[in-house]
């Protein structure tokens, strides 16, 4: 039987970095290979804004740099590991995240949740609960709450 894939969708917050720590031992020791995947955004905000330098001359070349960073991290750390950035412009981030894993075959997609509630839900929405009802895939969840006691590395 092959090795599972895990899905890992980034937004660029501390808390997605923090799942690719979570994620690690899971990977390791089920053989999984993980694609580290962001759908593109339209503009830079302030989350990838840290990546960003002279030799990047587009949102998407620095969005690209912070993927392969964090697929470089977990190949380091002895996981097969790929970045993909996904363009799907005007499509919802959730569906794109589920459409991507359903046609890469994806075993597992295990994301942050920033564990919004009452009004920053309603304002924000949640893409994990997005990805949850659109998706057959099995979701693991990692509460950004939970996330803080996951220590990071300096290079992840």
Request: include cysteine; aromatic fraction near 8%; glycine fraction near 6%.
């Amino acid at each position: 039987m092959p090795a599972a894939t895990i899905l890992i969708p980034v937004d660029g917050s501390e808390a997605s970095s923090a799942a690719l720590h979570a994620v690690l031992p899971f990977a390791r020791a089920t053989g999984a290979s993980c694609i580290v995947m962001a759908v593109a955004e339209p503009k830079l905000d302030g989350r990838f804004e840290q990546f960003a330098g002279a030799e990047h001359t587009s949102i998407a070349e620095v969005e690209e740099s912070y993927l392969q960073q964090k697929a470089d991290w977990l190949t380091s750390q002895g996981v097969d590991a790929t970045a993909h950035l996904e363009a799907t412009p005007g499509a919802p981030i959730a569906d794109a995240i589920a459409d991507f894993a359903t046609k890469n075959n994806v075993d597992w997609i295990a994301m942050a949740t920033h564990g919004r509630s009452g009004f920053g839900r309603a304002v924000f929405g949640s893409v994990f609960q997005a990805v949850l009802r659109r998706s057959s895939i099995p979701l693991i969840a990692f509460p950004e709450s939970s996330l803080m006691a996951v220590e990071t590395a300096e290079d992840a």
